[in-house]
Nanobody, 124 residues
Framework: QVQLVESGGGLVQAGGSLRLSCVAS????????MGWFRQAPGKEREFVAA????????SYADSVKGRFTISRDNARNTMNLQMNSLKPEDTAIYYC?????????????????WGQGTQVTVSS
């Protein structure tokens, strides 16, 4: 099994920054492709960003492109999401996820393991 634990969420004013982290553990964990998703109240879970197993490839939702940066440190089994220029519409629970299949994934169904989520609230 694989366990994913997010941290770094909180309350920030519009225009501010937050850095989310996700630590992976478990006997079967490998450097899987990973991603960040978010879910706002009353809305479906949506893709935010993804990163390949090596970290050499990344992808972003249009809504966060240029503001968010995904990265990973395989030596520490850690993935991060640096979020700058935050907007009230970024308010959501943010989840990290790991994908055992080949390539990056862009839909929630592409991922096999999920963290419990961390709340991000951006005030106007």
């Amino acid at each position: 099994q694989v366990q994913l634990v997010e941290s770094g969420g909180g309350l920030v004013q519009a225009g501010g920054s937050l850095r989310l982290s996700c630590v992976a553990s478990g006997r079967t964990f490998r450097p899987y492709a990973m991603g960040w998703f978010r879910q706002a109240p009353g809305k479906e879970r949506e893709f935010v960003a993804a990163i390949s197993r090596s970290g050499s490839s990344t992808s972003y939702a249009d809504s966060v492109k240029g503001r968010f940066t995904i990265s990973r440190d395989n030596a520490r089994n850690t993935m991060n999401l640096q979020m700058n220029s935050l907007k009230p519409e970024d308010t959501a629970i943010y989840y990290c996820a790991a994908r055992t299949g080949l390539g990056m994934g862009y839909g929630a169904r592409d991922y096999d393991y999920w963290g419990q989520g961390t709340q991000v609230t951006v005030s106007s």
